[in-house]
């Protein structure tokens, strides 16, 4: 039982140069997340999927793109990276329950130079 | 406002004491309240969640929870050299099932 895991690890771009960060879980979750962290702030959430088929944009959507390809899979995507996406990248899942606990990825350190 | 808001600290506690921490939320209709731990360059992990007003007690940590007052803390007792770390607190809010997280107290506990 790997629970959410992430690939890539770390990732280095150039600006404009795309790539999609890739997450899974094996804990039959109904709902995934994509957030960013930055130095000295929270996490922010970039889109969600509250269900397979469902995805919604989060409070810093813009310059990403989302598919929930299947129960276990949601991917993220940076069509054309700039250095502002520079950033920790965690995806998380939850069952949909009332409490909604969620269940964090290791993570994707990506740089933009 | 931000929606939750936390004292980014450093909180400096000696090995041993009570450590405090505090969070303050604005929506009224917030259903449920979590506390993650992170440890530097790791994800963050579950420890806490609460939802009716009171405390809720698991081992050395206790969540309390007003919602009068828009209040939740997390209190750890007996704290340990391995309690040093970030703490999120996090917010379900009366809509969607998107949580809202605050920016994280650092704490640091002293030998």
Redesign the interface.
């Known amino acids: 039982n790997a629970g959410v895991t992430q690939t890539p690890k770390f990732q280095v771009l150039k600006t404009g140069q795309s790539m999609t960060l890739q997450c899974a879980q094996d804990m039959n979750h109904n709902?995934m997340?994509w957030?960013r962290q930055d130095p000295?702030?929270?996490?922010?959430?970039i889109y969600?999927s509250?269900s397979e088929g469902t995805t919604?944009k989060?409070e810093v959507p813009n310059g990403y793109n989302v598919s929930r390809l299947n129960k276990r899979e949601f991917s993220l995507r940076l069509e054309s990276a700039a250095p502002s996406q520079t950033s920790v990248y965690?995806c998380a899942s939850?069952v949909?329950s009332?409490?909604?606990?969620?269940?964090?990825?290791?993570?994707t350190r990506l740089t933009v130079l | 406002q931000k929606e939750?808001e936390?004292n980014?600290g450093p909180l400096s506690v000696p090995e041993g004491a009570i450590a405090s921490l505090n969070c303050t939320y604005s929506d009224r209709g917030s259903?449920?309240f979590?506390w993650y731990r992170q440890y530097s360059g790791?994800?963050?992990?579950?420890i806490m969640?609460i939802?009716s007003n009171g405390d809720k007690e698991d081992g050395r940590f206790t969540a309390q929870l007003n919602k009068a007052s828009q209040y939740v803390s997390l209190l750890i007792r007996d704290s340990q050299p391995s309690d040093s770390a970030t703490y999120?607190c996090?917010v379900?809010g009366s809509s969607?099932?998107?949580?809202?997280?605050?920016?994280?107290t650092r704490l640091s506990i002293r030998p």
Do not use: H
């Open positions: 709902s997340y957030y000295g702030m929270g996490l922010r959430l969600y509250a919604d989060g965690f939850s949909t009332p409490y909604n606990e969620q269940f964090f990825g290791p993570g | 939750v936390q980014s259903q449920s979590f790791k994800s963050p992990e579950l969640f939802y999120l996090a379900k969607a099932s998107k949580i809202i997280f605050g920016s994280g």
